[in-house]
């Protein structure tokens, strides 16, 4: 059967992958046509080829997928801690990449916990539809645990270069107006044929085997996407352990290669490293014989002044 559902999906991840070059040949959507281009480059090119050997160099479009997994790799296992990082140097850090965000400061024990717990919100979805013994009902938690899930994925997998980062927020954690309503309300139908559901357990129990014989029809259909989303989480929880873990010490110290905003290519790298320099003392330096050369501490200077004057360094320049 052909589903209408399905045929735009389609369409849109077809829009994302050749949009770019068919908008670029009609008027007045050249816009638009760069906006896709930059985010597959997000995609496809996240770090940009570096010019090595001679060979010809391919800069990419735009740091922020990179920024992000940049702060992935900044917080580890465990995270830098609540308020803690630098978070706030990612572009969108509190929209699109929040999971970015909240990975630099809880790690990927955090995004482990974000996780489990938005998998056990569908999962309990789902379930209220089934056992309220109602087909509509039962849509609407399923829809909205479908559309729920799906929107994670996006973002997901998208904020980490998998798939092309689009706008979608993470529900109940990215900063969204109209978002964040349209979740409360949707949840808000949930609960309510959650509700529906305890009074009518307590009081028509004799109601148990018509519900099994009208919902059991949709048992394989809750078994396989189930099991879909099952699948992309643990595959999202690989994504995430490859970058706070794995791979965490190359992609910390990874550059990128991206045209600036005056189109030129330039190499940039995790500001994190230049935030660590500034803070570090440089110490002091002294030659054979004990003098010192350089020091960031004024004080070494004044303990060595006898050294210096004897030298014939002038005292004036000493004060």
Known sequence: QIFESAIVFNLIIAAF??????????????????????????????????????????????TQVAEG?????????????????????????????ILASIGEQFGFIG????????????RKSILHGYKSANPFAFYICLGI????????????????????LTGVTVPFFSFGKVSMILN?????IVLSIAGRNADQTRRATEMEDMRRRQMSRYDYSISIISMVFCILAV???????????????????????VNNVNGMPVVEYNPRIAM???????????????????TSDVNEIKAHKDDYLSFGVDSAALE
Request: aromatic content about 8%; charged content about 15%; overall charge negative.
């Open 17 to 62: 992958i050749f949009g770019a070059s068919v908008m670029e040949a009609i008027p007045g959507l050249d816009s638009v046509a760069d906006r896709l281009e930059s985010r597959n480059e997000m995609c496809t090119n996240t770090w940009g080829v570096l010019p090595i050997g001679g060979l010809e160099a391919d800069p990419g479009e735009n």
């Open 276 to 294: 660590v320099a500034q803070k570090m003392p440089i110490g002091t330096i002294y030659d054979r014989n004990g003098i010192i050369l350089a």
């Open 235 to 257: 595959f999202i929880l690989g994504v995430f352990i490859n970058y706070t873990f794995l791979d965490r010490d190359d992609t910390l110290i990874r550059p990128v290669y």
């Open 111 to 122: 995004l482990l916990i974000v996780v489990v717990l938005l998998a056990l919100l569908l």
């Open 184 to 188: 409360l309300a949707a949840f808000g």
């Open 69 to 97: 997994l940049w702060g992935l790799a900044s917080g580890g296992l465990t995270g830098q801690g609540i308020g803690k990082g630098s978070p706030n140097v990612i572009p969108a850090f509190h929209t699109d990449m």
């Open 145 to 164: 645990a479908v559309v729920t899930g799906v929107q994670f994925v996006i973002i997901a997998l998208g904020s980490t270069g998998i798939i092309p």
